[in-house]
DNA sequence: CCTACAATTCAATAATCATTGAAATTAGGA
DNA sequence: TCCTAATTTCAATGATTATTGAATTGTAGG
């Protein structure tokens, strides 16, 4: 992943409304959630949750597809899972040793997280 | 880590001069760089440096320390951490299968990293 | 102490981003 | 086709954030 891009998707998780979304999104699941419904749950204006979700796109947190009158959105499993290597590689560049045995414990587990109706 | 120090955290590496400092400093590692050479180093003012360490610090992802005449900072790895934690629970939870292989990948290691004079 | 150096603070300006409500688009059902 | 629902687009406003240069603080050496 480019810097640039890396920049994009991190300016896009640092706002509350987005961060809530993408965080919705991943409990959701592959099954996603339309706009509207994402817009009653994170409790703000169809437009400004279409103003958001157009953001979070850009950055490839979320990925949308049409079914029927609506507009479903899911997270973008690879996006996130390629800014989470960009930021690894910074941190733990030439200094495995660092990071590596904390991270270990935190691997990939489901650990508090409780499903959605996935 | 609380989602709201991981905004403050997000938002201060999406501007491209503290995303520069931070990659800089993982390299340089802990022995870390005075402020005056960071500004050298990525081209702005003193104090523009200054205002965007001041926000890296405020955000957890430096660290100073007064030597000498100098204020010297260096890359704080369990701030670093704590925000790969953060994204890696948020972007698995509950599915764990879906970014853990690709993931396995990148782990922790060198990969293009080149060392600075650490 | 007096001078110079390293860095920060401050105030002002410019630039970017978020929010709002109204108008426009697109797809379906009657 | 006509009407309604789901979202998006647009323009305007308000709020944050970044940049600049000058003034300030703190530290060391002569």
Redesign the pocket.
């Known amino acids: 992943m480019e810097e640039r891009q890396a920049r994009t998707a991190f300016?896009a998780l640092?706002?509350?409304?987005?961060l809530r979304i993408v965080r919705l999104l991943v409990q959701a699941g592959p099954d996603g959630m339309?706009?509207?419904?994402i817009?009653e749950a994170v409790a703000?204006?169809?437009?400004?949750?279409?103003?958001?979700?157009?953001?979070l796109e850009h950055a490839g947190m979320i990925v949308?597809r049409?079914?029927?009158?609506?507009?479903?959105?899911s997270a973008d499993f690879t996006g996130l899972r390629d800014l989470i290597a960009f930021l690894m590689k910074d941190c733990c560049a030439g200094h495995p040793e660092i990071c590596a045995p904390a991270l270990a414990d935190v691997q990939c587990r489901p650990s508090t997280a409780k499903k959605a109706r996935a």
């Open positions: 300016a640092s706002q509350e409304t987005r339309a706009a509207g419904a817009a703000v204006s169809p437009s400004n949750v279409s103003f958001h979700l157009k953001d949308p049409r079914e029927a009158r609506s507009i479903i959105y």
